[in-house]
């Protein structure tokens, strides 16, 4: 009896240990909110605010990235080159196929589409109306016979942000997209717009696939110069085989003196191929559209 007696009394000491311990071992703290920007992911904050690139409210939690069903429809179905052609845009929920009527206004439009040519010659930035059923729609004119790249930039409500591309081409074109690829010669040369000069040095001089390219864009005069569509600058990349396309905004923009504003974009060429790079700065109410071409290797 005395042998179980002592045996209760450990374990009740221990037991009371136990308890002592758990007491003064403090409970795990959920980790840090962090307020994110749905549109530049990498903008983050400890606190609620607008995202310094794009102006958008940085939200806390945001959901995982799902893709909404999208589709292109055009009027003639038949494509034409130089000619009126319709262009429709809708999108589906995609748990329910229901038309999406709600989208948030990134940089003052609901929707960016972008049109580039397969040769890289023909570039649109483009606003397409938003009708009462949520359908995009859009009157425009493709240059010439060929095939074009269509990248429709949308954030439905309640969602997550879209990039969603189409590949279309006029009808009677025989030219395969891979017989089109061009390789045009890297351009870097300083490039004059509709009332700007715009002047491109990067670093690393020579982009390397999956590093990080710093693009500095020196823009004269710097008097008048204004945002555009809520940025300081648009930028649309495209790989000369139409694969890959990025739509980003500034990360930094400067006075360096001189009578100059300097715009910085930070890139992630996502792999060896040659790019066009069109960006877009306003002065004094007019849009200045200009392109470079930037040859982008693989780590060797």
């Not at 005395?2 to 071992?25: D, E, H, N, P, Y």
């Not at 006029?170 to 509709?194: E, M």
């Not at 864009?217 to 008097?223: G, I, M, Y």
Request: glycine residues 6%.
């Amino acid at each position: 009896m005395a042998l179980r007696s002592k045996i209760g009394i450990l374990a009740c000491a221990f037991l009371l240990l136990l308890s002592v311990l758990a007491q003064q071992t403090p409970e795990p703290q959920p980790a840090p909110v962090q307020f994110i920007c749905p549109m530049d992911p990498e903008v983050r904050s400890a606190t609620p605010g607008k995202c310094p690139r794009c102006g958008m409210t940085l939200v806390a939690n945001i959901p995982e990235p799902i893709a909404y069903p999208t589709t292109f429809t055009f009027l003639p179905a038949r494509i034409p080159a130089n000619e009126k052609l319709h262009l429709d845009i809708r999108v589906a929920q995609p748990r329910t196929g229901a038309p999406v009527k709600q989208f948030q206004i990134v940089h003052e439009k609901p929707i960016h589409l972008f049109i580039v040519s397969e040769d890289l010659a023909y570039f649109s930035h483009e606003h397409p109306d938003l009708k009462r059923d949520g359908t995009f729609s859009l009157d425009t004119r493709l240059p010439k016979p060929g095939t074009y790249k269509l990248l429709a930039d949308f954030f439905p409500e309640g969602g997550t942000p879209q990039l969603i591309s189409d590949v279309i081409t006029t009808a009677g074109y025989q030219r395969s997209l891979a017989s089109g690829i061009g390789h045009p010669a890297a351009d870097l040369s300083s490039k004059h717009g509709q009332n700007l000069d715009v002047e491109l040095s990067l670093d690393p001089e020579q982009p390397i696939a999956g590093k990080k390219t710093m693009m500095f864009f020196r823009l004269k005069p710097a008097a008048g110069i204004e945002t555009y569509l809520g940025a300081w600058g648009h930028m649309l990349v495209a790989s000369n085989d139409l694969v890959n396309t990025i739509h980003t905004h500034p990360i930094y923009v400067t006075d360096p003196g001189s009578g100059e504003k300097q715009v910085q974009f930070n890139l992630f060429f996502p792999r060896e191929a040659i790019y066009r790079v069109w960006v877009q700065f306003q002065r004094e109410g007019k849009v200045n559209t200009v392109a470079f071409t930037i040859p982008v290797t693989s780590l060797k």
